[in-house]
């Protein structure tokens, strides 16, 4: 079956350091692949996605470019800030009939320190 | 911008009790999902509706949890009798059908239950 896998967090990082959050995964076809964020006592909100390969989401100055042939979607941001601080979840789609649902990753937390 | 509308946001009840969880999807969206999200277990999908049908409850514990939508604008997770390991945030989810692959779903902010 499909599955995400998001590298295990808690991922600590400076402001205006570089970010990378790794994000793979598995489905035969061609899926649609997101990134959501969730702050603090709030719900998931969509942040990028990419439908089809090569494709690059960005939002935010978040980036993520959707590789077929790594099979993964991984997110980066060139420098963050301590506003930043989420939990980030990868997740995929296939369109399959009747039974259409987002596979979500685990998720991975961000924290950003001054 | 168009949203998922969850009540109650907070709700402090005792074991035994009936929750009744509200979520009001967008106008339009035809395809409905409960999650529920705990730290020991992350983000789980209870339910999901399309067209107001049920696809898949699977993953509901059946003998406590029911959901329902009565109409397009209303879906209802309801647990009876509540336990204190129910306490949790649940989300409600939205999303259109025929466009999910392109827009992904559109999440309530939540509901956070506690069960003492």
């Known amino acids: 079956g499909d599955s995400v896998t998001q590298m295990e967090g808690p991922v600590t990082l400076s402001e205006e350091a570089f970010l990378t959050i790794n994000c793979t995964y598995t489905?035969?076809?061609?899926?649609?692949l997101f990134w959501y964020v969730q702050y603090p006592g709030e719900g998931l909100q969509l942040l990028l996605k990419?439908?089809?390969?090569?494709d690059k989401g960005s939002n935010k100055g978040f980036e993520a470019t959707y590789r077929k042939e790594t099979t993964s979607f991984h997110l980066e941001k060139g420098s963050v800030q301590v506003s930043d601080s989420a939990v980030y979840f990868c997740?995929?789609?296939?369109?399959?009939?009747?039974?259409?649902?987002?596979?979500f990753g685990t998720g991975t937390r961000l924290q950003v320190t001054l | 911008d168009a949203r998922v509308t969850q009540t109650p946001r907070h709700k402090v009840t005792e074991m035994g009790q009936e929750v009744t969880m509200r979520c009001q999807p967008i106008l339009g969206h035809n395809t409905v999902f409960w999650y529920r999200q705990t730290m020991m277990q992350g983000l789980e999908l209870l339910a999901y509706?399309?067209?107001?049908?049920?696809?898949?409850d699977s993953g509901m514990p059946k003998d406590r949890f029911s959901a329902e939508m009565p109409d397009a604008t209303l879906a209802t997770l309801k647990i009876q009798p509540s336990e204190p390991r129910d306490s949790a945030v649940y989300f409600c989810?939205?999303?259109?059908?025929?466009?999910?692959?392109?827009?992904?779903?559109?999440f309530g902010s939540g509901t956070r239950l506690t069960v003492v």
């Open positions: 990419a439908t089809k390969a090569d």
């Open positions: 997740a995929l789609i296939r369109n399959t009939g009747t039974a259409s649902k987002l596979t």
């Open positions: 989810a939205s999303a259109p059908f025929r466009q999910l692959g392109y827009y992904g779903y559109t």
């Open positions: 489905a035969t076809g061609y899926p649609s």
């Open positions: 509706f399309r067209n107001r049908a049920p696809l898949d």
